[in-house]
T-cell receptor, first 113, second 114 residues
Framework: TQLLEQSPQFLSIQEGENLTVYCNSS?????LQWYRQEPGEGPVLLVT?????EVKKLKRLTFQFGDARKDSSLHITAAQPGDTGLYLC?????????????FGSGTQLTVLP | DTAVSQTPKYLVTQMGNDKSIKCEQN?????MYWYKQDSKKFLKIMFS???????INETVPNRFSPKSPDKAHLNLHINSLELGDSAVYFC?????????????FGNGTRLTVT
């Protein structure tokens, strides 16, 4: 069982559609990050959220951290082919003394032109 | 200029061999990491290291060892390679070990053990 579960695992949509990706856990996180990974490359940070209920926007992407800091969502408006990639959430637990970033299971998004 | 670079990009080798993957970062970061990404794209931390402390994920076999000649480099040595070691290995760095400090990843090394 993974600490961070993402859904859906795969998502294929047409250009212009909206979508939401979820990142859920039963544990509380001090902060949560979203990354996007393209084929042959490493993950690239999109956003960090640290406060329960926090909403951050990055152009057409809207990120929300759950009130209890156990979950997060990523909403994309009017998706474009350039949004295609593997979306990963990653969190740091409130417990523990050392920095341990735990990654979610990933959502592979394909936006068709 | 590439911020975090790792070589080689691809590595194909036979079981039982010993191999190394090199990583360099030019960001001036204090902490470096090695991650393993399996065939299902799941990223799992193997090591985190700064000039003071090495933290090892307890699930990593002792055939894997990080070696840091200086603050800008963290190489990964693997002894007696096994089929299950096939994966993509990512090096990363961050300015500090703080939870909000973002990771900067290299482009990965795809290791195939035959």
């Amino acid at each position: 069982t993974q600490l961070l579960e993402q859904s859906p695992q795969f998502l294929s949509i047409q250009e212009g559609e909206n979508l939401t990706v979820y990142c859920n856990s039963s544990s509380v996180f001090s902060s949560l990050q979203w990354y996007r990974q393209e084929p042959g490359e490493g993950p690239v940070l999109l956003v960090t959220v640290v406060t329960g209920g926090e909403v951050k926007k990055l152009k057409r992407l809207t990120f929300q951290f759950g009130d209890a800091r156990k979950d997060s969502s990523l909403h994309i408006t009017a998706a474009q082919p350039g949004d295609t990639g593997l979306y990963l959430c990653a969190g740091t637990l409130t417990s523990g003394s050392a920095r341990q970033l735990t990654f979610g299971s990933g959502t592979q998004l394909t936006v068709l032109p | 200029d590439t911020a975090v670079s790792q070589t080689p990009k691809y590595l194909v080798t036979q079981m039982g061999n010993d191999k190394s993957i090199k990583c360099e970062q030019n960001l001036g970061h204090d902490t470096m990491y090695w991650y393993k990404q399996d065939s299902k794209k799941f990223l799992k931390i193997m090591f985190s290291y700064n000039n003071k402390e090495l933290i090892i994920n307890e699930t990593v076999p002792n055939r894997f060892s990080p070696k840091s000649p200086d603050k800008a480099h963290l190489n990964l040595h693997i002894n007696s390679l096994e089929l299950g070691d096939s994966a993509v290995y990512f090096c990363a760095s961050s300015q500090s070990q703080g939870a909000r400090s973002p990771l900067h990843f290299g482009n990965g090394t795809r290791l195939t053990v035959t």
